[in-house]
């Protein structure tokens, strides 16, 4: 017997869950076990849905500051991608040089970014940590 599928576009609202929840014949203590189950899970998703943005946000400003080192993963990733869907012997060629196109492809993107100023001022603020913590 297959449960029916579920329209994620009409997910109900927390009004109506707990509206739900009252018209049921549980006890008064499931229901507010549950009431605050509810609550709970609802500030539990709201908090990792924040993280997630900023996660998304400093994905996109990275790319968006180092170009040629997004550019050099994904197209390193492409290939990999590639390599490995070749058959019969794909998978064992993608294991070998996935790490070492990844490896080049950072490398190189690093290197167009050294040349076009990007990572002139995060490698000087490096710099100056490390210089600062050795005097230390």
Known sequence: MEAPAQNWLSIPS???LADRLERTDMSAD?????AKLLDTTAK???QVFEIGKQIIA?????ISRFRGIAFGAVIAVT?????ASTPLI????AAILTPLLLAFGLTMGALED?????????LGKFQS????????
Do not use: C, Q, Y
Not at 79 to 83: A, D, L
Not at 129 to 136: N, R
């Open 14 to 16: 927390r009004r109506e």
């Open 90 to 93: 794909g998978g064992a060629l």
């Open 30 to 34: 499931a229901k507010v076990i549950i």
């Open 58 to 62: 400093f994905a996109f400003d990275i």
């Open 79 to 83: 290939v990999s991608t590639v390599i």
């Open 114 to 122: 050294l040349r076009n100023g990007a990572l002139r001022e995060p």
């Open 44 to 46: 539990v998703g709201a």
């Open 129 to 136: 940590m490390v210089a600062t913590a050795a005097h230390d």
